[in-house]
């Protein structure tokens, strides 16, 4: 149980263009799905808690226009990079918290996906 | 503020040996918990172990045990009987109790890498 997807795993895309990463909770309803980013050989970094429903909540520094993000159910949240350049280049996770199963309020997190600017 | 530190950038293992992961952190809040993931090179991060701020014993997962010592704000990851598929990279995280939306703050990571 408790198992989180992203799609895509991989994308290489044209600087310019926007491009959409799913999060979904396979097995379970998420009350609140996580954003984060990772650059080669650096920690996560929260970009934004999203809950279902209602706007993202953002972190400091994270430009709100540049990352959409919507979640539109309980078991799905997307990520949206608009205008992507080389700098946005680097892996992003997602995560979903739910107070079950495991009564910790864990966050599962799901594989990845790796985004190629050029 | 609100720190997590782990100061061991990287550290090589002998397989089969323990290890230990440093973790500290820096809060004025009573209530908080600890977690330990696993990210190998795929990049997908595996929940290890979990400790609550209230817990009376450290808690223990397979061949995962956490030293955790509140008084010293450590919450060290000890991992026995290393294995080669235990390369990879560990985070520390924790959850404020006052942290709006159940974030988690992650600590740099180590690299672990088991030798045969």
């Known amino acids: 149980g408790a198992v989180v997807s992203q799609h895509p795993s991989r994308v290489i895309c044209k600087s310019g263009t926007s491009v959409k990463i799913e999060c979904r909770s396979l097995?379970?309803?998420?009350?609140?799905m996580f954003w984060y980013r990772q650059f080669p050989k650096q920690s996560l970094m929260l970009m934004a808690t999203?809950?279902?429903?209602?706007?993202?909540?953002?972190e400091q520094g994270v430009e709100k226009d540049k990352f959409l993000i919507n979640h539109a159910s309980l078991t799905l949240s997307t990520l949206t990079v608009t205008s992507a350049h080389p700098e946005d280049s680097s892996f992003y996770i997602c995560?979903?918290?739910?107070?079950?199963?495991?009564?910790?309020?864990?966050?599962?997190f799901g594989p990845g996906t790796r985004l190629t600017v050029l | 503020a609100q720190k997590i530190t782990q100061t061991q950038p990287g550290m090589f293992v002998q397989e089969k040996e323990a290890v230990t992961l440093d973790c500290t952190y820096d809060?004025?809040?009573?209530?908080?918990?600890l977690f330990w993931y696993k990210q190998p090179s795929s990049g997908e991060m595996i929940f290890l172990i979990y400790?609550?701020?209230?817990?009376?014993q450290n808690a223990t997962e397979g061949r995962y045990s956490l030293n955790f010592q509140k008084a010293r704000k450590s919450a060290n990851l000890v991992i026995s009987a290393s294995q080669l598929g235990d390369s990879a990279m560990y985070f520390c995280a924790m959850r404020f109790a006052k942290a709006a939306g159940n974030k988690l703050t992650f600590g740099g990571g180590t690299r672990v890498l088991v030798k045969p």
């Open positions: 999203s809950n279902e429903g209602s706007k993202a909540t953002y």
């Open positions: 809060t004025s809040d009573p209530s908080y918990g």
């Open positions: 400790q609550g701020s209230y817990d009376q």
């Open positions: 097995d379970f309803q998420a009350t609140t």
């Open positions: 995560s979903a918290s739910s107070p079950e199963p495991s009564g910790n309020n864990e966050q599962f």
